[in-house]
Nanobody, 127 residues
């Protein structure tokens, strides 16, 4: 059974950094697309970044140059490094995975395309 366990989030001041992690277990396929999404109060869940089994990445324009998605295959862990944080980055962050959706180089697959989700990690950025 696939499980995704996200780390706790945190609170930082504007300009600060945080690192989120998501431990994956039960993967039965070598090919996958993993992603980080976020959802702010009153807003729809939006894709932040994706990474596929080959290591190819894609970022939403709003985080490009500030966030970095990576993975440690040996430890089956997904990471999201959040730098130069802004108050508008405040949200619940979720990791997601699917074996059949294909990570794209032009956009992030929609939320309903991902089968597996971790619990949320709250990130709060104060000004």
């Amino acid at each position: 059974q696939v499980r995704l366990m996200a780390s706790l989030g945190g609170s930082v001041q504007s300009g600060g950094s945080l690192r989120l992690s998501c431990a994956a277990s039960g993967f039965s396929h070598s090919r996958y697309c993993m992603a980080w999404f976020r959802q702010a109060p009153g807003k729809e869940r939006e894709g932040v970044a994706t990474i596929d089994s080959a290591g190819s990445t894609y970022y939403a324009d709003s985080v490009k140059g500030r966030f970095t998605i990576s993975q440690d295959n040996a430890k089956n862990t997904l990471f999201l490094q959040l730098d130069s944080l802004r108050p508008e980055d405040t949200a619940m962050y979720y990791c997601a995975a699917d074996f059949y959706v294909r990570c794209s180089s032009t956009d992030i697959p929609k939320t309903d395309e991902y089968t597996y989700w971790g619990q949320g990690a709250q990130v709060t950025v104060s000004s």
